[in-house]
């Protein structure tokens, strides 16, 4: 009769969970009030007399407290006074499925449908408030406010047509509030939000021909607001939107291409940003508008 098997000895976890398991066993996990405090010693000498000044809560004369937002982000009426849709309407409308994914959810197998999207037709409905909204910048005590304006908004289609009209009353309308309140605008020519329409014919930025219709955009912008605006960018993170909207398909136009296809996106975005300063400069000269044209990108 063949012997019996010896008992079979449990396995030692592996050594990355032993010293897990070691360092967690050695370190309090709960923190007690006041232990925070000591987060801070740290800062009690600072790197360089530069900045001492900072870690003391004392900031430069003339240092601009701002806070920012953008279009999509906040504006919400997607649809209101004649706005034309965004590759962001697009994106949060119809999500793409995870690469090697099903489009939808197997009913048959009991997993559940996924929730809804969340999209930006409302967000918090500041082309309905601008009043409400604007007297948060108040009450946070801001010099300046940095927000994009919707090109869909104001081009429904890109370029082609006439501008609409309540689209630029409705900034109008923000940057006056602005100046009743005291606080400088700072206008992001381009945040993200791509009328679809210029996606739908030319393959968005993909596409150098964009770049006449970011001079048409940009020109009414600098002819209706340059009075106004004293500060502007361009491109808001050309990186985001060439590399995740074109090459990864993270973000809107959602596009998963290669990366040389993310490579040509960033350098039409860099052509379009050159161009658009290059006329605001011109607009300046010819008394087209006449702001000081502080520029970013």
Avoid at 26 to 42: I, N, S, Y
Avoid at 95 to 120: E, I, Q
Avoid at 224 to 234: A, E, L, S
């Amino acid at each position: 009769m063949p012997a019996s098997a010896p008992p079979r000895r449990p396995r030692p976890p592996p050594l990355s969970l032993s010293l897990l398991l070691l360092v967690l066993g050695g370190c309090r996990l709960r923190a007690e009030p006041g232990d925070g405090a000591q987060t801070w010693v740290r800062f009690s000498r600072p790197p360089s007399p530069e900045t001492a000044g900072v870690f003391q809560d004392t900031f430069p004369d003339g240092f601009l407290w701002a806070v920012g937002s953008a279009a999509y982000q906040t504006e919400g009426g997607w649809r209101q006074h004649g706005k034309g849709a965004s590759i962001w309407d697009t994106f949060t409308h119809h999500p793409l499925a995870p690469p090697g994914g099903p489009r939808v959810a197997n009913l048959s197998s009991g997993t559940p449908p996924p929730l809804p999207p969340a999209t930006g037709d409302v967000a918090s409905d500041g082309y309905n408030n601008v009043f409400r909204d604007t007297e948060a910048l108040r009450e946070l005590g801001v010099t300046h406010y940095r927000f994009s304006i919707s090109w869909a908004r104001v081009f429904p289609n890109g370029s082609s047509g006439a501008p609409n009209r309540e689209g630029l009353r409705y900034y109008r309308r923000l940057l006056e509030r602005l100046r009743e309140l005291g606080v400088q605008p700072v206008v992001t020519l381009y945040h993200w939000d791509l009328p679809q329409h210029l996606q739908d014919v030319y393959g968005g930025w993909a596409n150098r021909a964009l770049t006449d219709h970011f001079r048409d955009y940009a020109e009414l912008c600098f002819r209706h607001f340059g009075g106004q605006v004293k500060y502007w960018i361009t491109i808001d993170n050309p990186y985001v939107v060439a590399w995740h909207g074109y090459a990864t398909g993270r973000l809107a136009p959602g596009i998963r291409g290669s990366p040389r296809l993310g490579y040509l996106v960033a350098h039409n975005l860099l052509l379009v940003s050159a161009r658009a300063q290059a006329e605001g400069h011109a607009g300046e000269t010819e008394g087209l508008w006449r702001g000081q044209g502080k520029w970013g990108n």
